[in-house]
């Protein structure tokens, strides 16, 4: 026999979804594995016909696959376009001399522009396991990337992936930092913008480490996962869109990153940088404001570590030419009452609608920011962009925008509400004198949310209210019993997340 049927195994479909990592899954006594030393979590190449992936090894022992077959995770079965019964060729990787840059960087080196390059395009091409990733995230993380890395780094997720041009016009965009549960402020702003007639192509992800990402809650109003071809067409159409950065391949090794960095819960200083601004200038963006809340709970924690994000920002906007303004706001509480895609879309519509209702801080924050990316225009005095924004919000303008928008995008759909709720009360009375972010996210996640768009918590309170004994605080929604004991369990030794001082 020769060495290449030696090492041919015949495909069984297991259907198990690792996400984006590339996994084969062995029997234990599959004869490559004697004859070529493999181990698990080895890297090896899988061949089939003309394709080939890199896949990390793993070993079933319960006798699903016979001697001689093996098995794919969905996203190596769809990378070969493989079919059951195909027959398929394991064999050794060649060194990733890449990996030898991030082993440098963990001991504390400074990476070049090409090893950056090296590293970011063997990610993108899939040579990296989530194990190696992590290991990447974790040497950059707390402060760990100088300047120029981060520059280095944002231009090689950028060059790694496609890039859109608008034929030289301004482009605008707006980016929140993060941390704060409810601020969704982006589907408020863009239809602002868009209708005062600025281009604003909005490409957003989804949560990392939040109850829901923009993405999230955009996609209960509205499809999200628009191609190129799709994006372009609504923005030529209605000035703006609102989609999944990650379905028209902007910066795709940030959607890898993403991914890790969801398990791990960090989000580094210099990767967000990179992150934000590599996604907004492979979307065109020309002129971006940066919404940076500052709170305890909060994502940027203290002024000294928003100082130091404003340099990176600064230094990183102007090595690669674009226009930015960071606008500091208050974090220390939610930004809205709904915290959770459906809840969150249910706040949104309130505000573009101009119901009574509306929560007047996510109103309040939204018609800001839409007023700073607004300034931006040449017909746009400083000053002058809150009261256009105002007024494009209160005649109902930016409603019938956002939605065309929705409509433009595959159809506008009202947000539906979740099965369970269960609401939590003031066990004294007195003023809220403190609301962890973190933690109200946690619980909200607990509950089923993103992944169930109507799962979360809404916020019946504010910082510095004066709430009675019994009093509701906010209510959890979940789709099941057992989500909802999830994140009760949980509040049963976490009760200070809204803290209230005594009168």
């Known amino acids: 026999m020769s060495k290449e049927n030696y090492n041919a195994l015949h495909l069984k479909y297991l259907g198990i979804n690792t996400y984006r990592e590339n996994v084969l899954y062995l029997p234990m006594d599959a004869h490559i594995c004697r004859s070529e030393g493999f181990e698990v979590h080895a890297r090896v190449k899988v061949s089939l ?13 319960n006798g699903l696959l016979a001697a001689n077959e093996a098995g794919l995770s969905n996203a190596a079965w769809e990378s070969l376009s493989a079919k059951e019964g195909d027959r398929i060729f ?55 990337l100088s300047l120029d890395e981060v520059v280095h780094m ?56 939040s109850p829901a990402g923009t993405a999230d809650t955009m996609e209960v109003l509205a499809p999200v996962n628009l191609d190129m071809a799709s994006m372009r067409k609504v923005v030529n159409q209605e000035k703006g869109c609102i989609i ?12 890898i990153l993403i991914a890790v960095e969801r398990v791990l819960d960090i989000d580094s200083e210099g990767q967000l940088v990179a992150s934000v601004l590599s996604k907004k200038i492979a979307a065109g963006s020309t002129h971006i404001v940066i919404d940076m809340p500052i709170g305890p709970t909060a994502k940027v924690r203290t002024p000294e570590m928003a100082r130091l994000l404003k340099v990176y920002f600064l230094y990183v906007a102007d090595a690669l030419g674009v226009t930015i303004r960071i606008i500091e ?34 109103r309040n924050h939204a018609v800001d920011l839409a007023g700073y990316v607004l300034e931006f225009s040449d017909n746009v005095l400083k000053g002058q ?21 929705c409509e433009a995008q595959g159809g506008f759909r009202e947000p539906k509400t979740a099965r369970f709720t269960h609401t939590i009360t003031a066990e004294t009375k007195g003023k809220v004198k403190n609301i962890d972010n973190r933690r109200l996210a946690r619980v909200a996640k607990l509950a089923g949310a993103p992944h169930d768009q109507m799962a979360g918590i809404d916020l019946h309170t504010t910082l510095a209210k004066h709430v009675d004994c019994h009093e509701p605080l906010f209510t959890l929604h979940a789709n099941s019993q057992g989500q909802l004991s999830y994140a009760l369990d949980y509040l049963t030794i976490n009760m200070d997340i809204i803290e209230i001082e005594r009168d």
Not at 249 to 254: E, F, G, T, V
């Open 49 to 61: 016909g003309q394709k080939e992936v890199i896949a990390t090894l793993n070993f079933i022992e």
């Open 90 to 144: 394991i064999s050794h990787t060649l060194p990733m001399r890449s990996f030898n840059h991030i082993r440098s960087k963990i001991y504390g080196h400074t990476l070049s522009q090409d090893q950056i390059q090296g590293i970011v395009k063997d990610m993108t091409d899939g040579l990296y396991s989530d194990i190696e990733i992590s290991a990447f995230l974790s040497a950059c993380a707390g402060g760990r």
């Open 154 to 209: 944002a231009q090689a997720m950028i060059d790694t992936g496609k890039r859109l041009t608008w034929g030289g016009v301004q482009v605008v965009d707006k980016h929140c930092v993060g941390g704060l549960p409810g601020n969704r402020t982006s589907l408020i702003v863009v239809p602002i913008v868009a209708s005062y007639g600025l281009i604003m192509p909005k490409t957003s992800s989804r949560a990392i480490t």
């Open 244 to 255: 999944w950065g990650g379905s028209v391949s902007l910066s795709p090794a940030d959607d």
């Open 329 to 362: 706001s208050d974090g220390r509480q939610p930004i809205g009452r709904g915290i959770g895609p459906s809840l969150e879309a249910r706040d949104i519509l309130k505000v573009l609608q101009n119901q009574p209702d509306a929560s007047l801080d996510l």
């Open 385 to 405: 962009g809150r009261f256009i924004a105002e007024k494009i919000l209160k005649s109902g303008e930016a409603w019938n925008k956002f939605y065309a928008i």
